[in-house]
């Protein structure tokens, strides 16, 4: 890989929307400085490409995604989280999340902490994973 030592204050080719972006350019000329950065520059590049209806299999059958978007609708196996969290979700008795505005509206309640084994890990990779399908969530979790 190119060593990149020249940047926008230096004077150098290197700066945020150049022309001529290629592999050897650092990720900060894409804009992007932050997880949160990236994860709405994908979210995009997903929106962009127009992807298809992309069936996901949900145990009993497939469900299927308008335009390629998971909706609130949709069951929670549709977003892609890990094991722990996953199971987390469903063997806490009190948790009833089965949609994906379910747990959308645990998090914006800031009960989702509550359920029993998430952890800190557990609620921002949901808050990540739930940006990352384009769903409005909030700033700190």
Do not use: Y
Not at 92 to 120: F, I, N, P, Q, Y
């Amino acid at each position: 890989m190119a060593e990149v030592t020249s940047g926008p204050s230096s004077g150098g080719p290197h700066a945020v929307g150049h022309d001529g972006i290629g592999l050897e350019c650092p990720v900060t000329c894409l804009g992007v400085w932050t997880v949160g950065d990236l994860l709405a520059l994908l979210v995009e590049a997903r929106r962009v490409s127009g992807l298809s209806a992309v069936p996901v299999d949900v145990g009993f059958g497939t469900h299927r995604h308008e335009g390629g978007q998971l909706s609130r609708a949709c069951p929670l196996a549709c977003l892609q989280l890990s094991t722990k969290v996953r199971n987390a979700l469903r063997n806490d008795r009190d948790c009833t999340a089965k949609t994906v505005g379910d747990l959308l509206d645990l998090l914006w309640s800031h009960d989702l902490h509550e359920v029993r084994l998430m952890g800190a890990r557990g609620v921002n990779e949901v808050h990540a994973a739930l940006l990352a399908e384009g769903f409005s969530v909030p700033r700190r979790v």
